[in-house]
């Protein structure tokens, strides 16, 4: 037990020697290294030459001259390599993270669009059909009613007037002022335009997702390219 500590003791002091041990440096903000001999190569044309502590010399950022501590210095240089490798790993993974989140926001940006202009589309094509029924058709065309009926009809072949003897045929301000609209023949005419609303709608977004597979089919290959 005596023998262990005594050892500590005696690497302990060692530690410090060599933390206190005397270290030759040349003042200029050029110099990086500390040296072991004031008699040094690298000295030879510095002219003001101070002695320092080599805990000080690393302090100020000073590494050990690669003549004077060949082994250290290798040591020094290889460590230096290991850190400015790995920096560049850290940055190539920064930039292709930042890179992917750009393009994920673009995306999104671009989904966004998309969407905002399928619900548009939607929403002029799921307007009421007696509302697109009455810009199209002016005052005085014509509608048809049974005598003495609650209705009018766009067609005179409208089912619900299959067992009118008596049909009549008016303009469509007439008819408004005094009958409402047969649900047969409206409702026709609504689920025609929602058929053509739903079939535009598909049109679209087809159109949207070639354009979106294309978009990503090129950039794949620019990708390709690039690291090729």
């Known amino acids: 037990m005596k023998k262990y500590i005594l050892s500590l003791i005696v690497m302990l002091c060692a530690t410090m020697s060599v933390s206190a041990q005397k270290v030759y440096i040349a003042p200029s903000k050029s110099a990086i290294a500390y040296h072991k001999s004031k008699d040094c190569s690298y000295l ?26 060949p082994a250290q210095a290798e040591a020094t240089k290889k460590a230096i390599a290991k850190e400015q490798a790995e920096k560049k790993v850290a940055t190539k993974k ?21 969407t905002k202009k399928v619900a548009a589309e939607k929403k002029t094509a799921e307007k009421p059909a ?21 209705k009018y009809h766009k067609k005179k072949s409208c089912t619900a007037l299959a067992k009118s003897k008596n049909i009549t045929t008016m303009t469509l301000a007439e008819a408004k002022e005094k009958l409402t609209p ?47």
Request: net charge positive; with cysteine; charged share 30%.
């Open 94 to 114: 920064a930039t292709t993270t930042a890179k992917k989140a750009t393009t994920t926001e673009e995306k999104a940006a671009e989904k966004k669009v998309t």
């Open 44 to 69: 030879r044309n510095s002219k003001n030459v101070t002695s320092i502590t080599t805990t000080e010399a690393k302090e100020m950022g000073r590494h050990a001259c690669v003549r004077c501590y």
């Open 130 to 150: 007696t509302e697109t029924a009455a810009k199209k058709a002016t005052g005085t065309s014509k509608v048809y009613a049974a005598a003495g009926g609650s």
């Open 182 to 228: 047969c649900s047969v023949c409206y409702t026709s005419a609504k689920k025609t335009a929602t058929k053509a609303t739903e079939k535009k709608a598909t049109t679209t977004k087809k159109a949207t997702t070639k354009k979106a597979t294309e978009k990503k089919a090129t950039e794949k290959k620019t990708t390709t390219k690039k690291a090729a």
